[in-house]
């Protein structure tokens, strides 16, 4: 049987995520790359084939849901996390004016699955799991 996650462990991974790439890049993890990302992973988590009209929805709510009652239950495979990760953030990068996924957002997808398998995981550890570079120089990429 594969190992599953709770949304609390994806959200804390991707949030996680987020912030390694924008503090290595130097960029608020509040910025619009960072949110949007977050919103839209976490809606196609749910709903695989959400619209960009969902994720603006949810984006666009002024508090925030309370969380499922189920939110602490073990629900997801990798492989359903991996993929609303990498289709969250490329849907918003094409929503952000990006043409197409840049190295900072694919550094953010493999944050976030890192940091699945290894909530303690450092950029050195993202790196030489995901990376065949040194740290310096992918950090040269974002």
Not at 42 to 67: F, R
Not at 72 to 90: H, W
Request: with cysteine; proline share 6%; charged share 25%.
């Amino acid at each position: 049987m594969p190992l599953l996650y709770s949304r609390a462990q994806i959200r804390d991974a991707l949030t996680n995520g987020l912030t390694m790439a924008a503090d290595e890049a130097r960029l608020s993890s509040s910025a619009a790359r960072f949110t949007w990302a977050r919103t839209a992973a976490m809606t196609l988590l749910e709903k695989p084939g959400a619209a960009w009209a969902e994720v603006k929805s949810e984006h666009d709510k002024t508090a925030p849901n309370e969380p499922p009652t189920d939110d602490n239950t073990p629900r997801f495979t990798r492989d359903q996390v991996s993929q609303a990760v990498n289709n969250g953030v490329d849907l918003a990068a094409e929503h952000n004016g990006r043409a197409y996924p840049d190295d900072l957002d694919n550094f953010v997808i493999n944050a976030a699955l890192s940091l699945l398998d290894d909530p303690d995981a450092d950029f050195d550890q993202v790196v030489a799991e995901c990376y065949g570079e040194r740290p310096s120089v992918v950090r040269s990429w974002l």
